[in-house]
């Protein structure tokens, strides 16, 4: 079956560097999104894409976040000056079509870790 | 706004015990409500669905079914095994595709 994949499993970085956080979605899929859970937290939605543009964004996904898909299999979300609270496992979904009632496939995530 | 209330966990139980993890969900109009599944070091799977008042998700030997009228989508089991020890998260999404999840509940089962 069909995986979503994310690179690096775990990053660890120092506080104020950039980090690009790798995906790459379901290749018949069209929409992409990021989540985040910080260690014993829930499942936060940051940010969804569709059509090379954000659908919509959490009030988490500030001026310091960014994502681009700068391919056609490749689907990004940078982090400039990260900070210690932006630790968290961060996991990528996509779907094929739109809709409350299409479940999105998630990748196994990728863990980071600021410094 | 939208929202997901879960049972604390863990939850401990023995090999062949039955299960029932408690979830409920505040929402306008008509949700779609999932159970997604985390084993360890795996990423998030969705376990089963329900889109519709009444309906019935079902996968693995799990249930959960869709009461509008008490705001619930419980998850029960019949007979767990030690391979169902994971982390459930019980979610919706609603007219925007954005999925809002539950804290999770970890479930440990002994042999």
């Known amino acids: 079956e069909p995986e979503v994949t994310q690179t690096p499993s775990h990053q660890v970085t120092q506080m104020g560097q950039e980090v690009i956080l790798r995906c790459v979605p379901i290749s018949n899929h069209l929409y992409f999104y990021w989540y985040r859970q910080i260690l014993g937290q829930k499942v936060e939605f940051l940010v969804s894409f569709y059509n090379n543009e954000i659908s919509e964004k959490s009030e988490i996904f500030d001026d310091q976040f960014s994502v681009e898909r700068p391919d056609g299999s490749n689907f990004t979300l940078k982090i400039r000056s990260t900070k210690l609270e932006d630790s968290a496992m961060y996991f990528c979904?996509?779907?094929?079509?739109?809709?409350?009632?299409?479940?999105?496939?998630f990748g196994d995530g990728t863990r980071l870790s600021i410094l | 706004g939208d929202s997901v209330t879960q049972m604390e966990g863990p939850v401990t139980l023995s090999e062949e015990a039955f299960l029932t993890i408690n979830c409920t969900y505040t929402a306008t109009g008509y949700p779609s409500l999932f159970w997604y599944v985390q084993y360890p070091g795996e990423g998030l799977q969705l376990l089963l669905k329900a889109t519709k008042a009444d309906d019935k998700g079902s996968n693995k030997g799990f249930e959960a079914t869709y009461r509008k009228e008490t705001t619930s989508f419980h998850l029960e089991k019949g007979s767990v095994q030690v391979s169902d020890s994971a982390v459930y998260f019980c979610a919706l999404a609603n007219r925007d595709d954005k999925i809002i999840f539950g804290k999770g509940t970890r479930l440990h089962i002994l042999p």
């Open positions: 979904a996509s779907t094929r079509d739109r809709g409350y009632n299409q479940p999105q496939h």
